[in-house]
């Protein structure tokens, strides 16, 4: 079953993959539970969920081609960064202005000094999602992205989104699965990095592996049969996510790769491809609309909860701050979409059609 959207800046409806938006909002969920458990200090807890970003990069490159391939020959790059930028930026800002808030006031209840400047630095940087490799302890170094640790896949993904529209008019499938392949032999060699500044440039590679698959998979998926074996195979491969993502000790290499090769391109194919409806079909639709809000907040509002509970309480605890951080996200995602998100882009999208009129 597939629902109906409109793009960003773009007033055609396209059809949308529902199991692919429920995998989005699943992958979304993991990544918060694992970024709790290493804040919280439970480190097994959703001990290889960090696999859910290969799984958006190779949706992203997938779902991407499917949304804007139409448009190779009317829109430039300048274009399409700006639709993409209207579409990653007002929920990072909104985030980076959350845990903006939250240093100043604990800076304020604690008298302790906020270093003004390198926080005013940090929020410029990663607004445009650009890396400040030399951020202080004091709000949040040494990750590159000190107010929103996460962004740094947004940073990748604009990386990979502009290199392929810049490839789009060249014979996409070949040079596509080219790249891939040479992104993942240096994989096999750097293994899965991105998220710290020891292994920041091991990100392209990463991004560029799973992206591409996706991207490839697009591109074939008129030669892929039509069979109705596909909701079983994608439930089969969900399964196997859920144990991937869940294993308490961290994954062999070899492993990660067969993920980023094999399997998450398996469950982007599958899910595009199976059925879905009822009950299950409006969870995968509310999934989808929480998944991006929800992994640009959960940060920030971690930063907030656990500050006040550990004010109120001392020592930090994972078994009730979790949960009260997991909802709160969801709940903040969803409000943070449809009155906030949703909005500004409508206004902007609005605003930028009027100058280019």
Not at 88 to 101: E, Q, R
Not at 190 to 216: E, K, M, Q, Y
């Amino acid at each position: 079953m597939q629902r109906h959207f409109a793009l960003p800046g773009n007033g055609a409806a396209k059809p949308h993959f529902l199991l692919l938006d429920g995998l989005r909002g699943f992958a979304a969920f993991c990544v918060m539970l694992i970024h709790l458990g290493s804040w919280l200090a439970v480190p097994w807890v959703a001990r290889n969920s960090y696999l859910a970003v290969d799984l958006f990069f190779c949706l992203s490159g997938y779902v991407l081609s499917y949304a804007y391939m139409s448009q190779a020959r009317t829109m430039n790059s300048f274009e399409f960064l700006r639709v993409r930028l209207l579409r990653l930026l007002p929920l990072t800002v909104l985030a980076l202005v959350i845990s903006a808030s939250y240093l100043i006031a604990r800076g304020t209840f604690e008298h302790a000094p906020v270093p003004y400047a390198e926080l005013l630095n940090a929020l410029m940087l990663s607004t445009f999602s650009l890396p400040n490799f030399s951020a202080p302890a004091e709000i949040g170094g040494p990750s590159f992205f000190p107010l929103n640790a996460p962004q740094y896949t947004i940073l990748l993904e604009l990386a990979a989104n502009l290199l392929w529209w810049r490839l789009r008019h060249t014979n996409l499938e070949k040079v596509a699965a080219a790249l891939a392949l040479a992104c993942l032999c240096i994989l096999v060699v750097t293994g899965l990095g991105g998220d710290t500044p020891n292994t920041f440039l091991a990100g392209f590679p990463r991004v560029g592996a799973s992206f591409f698959i996706g991207v490839v998979l697009y591109q074939m998926r008129d030669r892929l049969p039509a069979w109705q074996g596909w909701t079983v195979i994608f439930w089969v491969l969900v399964g196997v996510m859920a144990v991937l993502f869940f294993w308490p000790a961290e994954l062999p290499r070899a492993v990660q790769l067969t993920w980023v090769a094999l399997v998450s391109p398996a469950l982007v194919v599958a899910g595009a491809r199976a059925h879905c409806s009822g009950r299950l079909a409006s969870f995968c639709s509310a999934a989808g609309t929480v998944s991006y809000p929800l992994y640009c907040l959960h940060f920030p509002i971690f930063c907030w909860i656990n500050g006040l509970y550990r004010s109120f309480f001392g020592a930090q605890n994972f078994y009730v701050e979790a949960p009260i951080i997991a909802v709160a996200a969801i709940i903040g995602g969803l409000l943070a979409h449809y009155y906030y998100d949703v909005p500004v882009r409508r206004y902007l999208s609005a605003r930028a059609r009027r100058v280019h009129a």
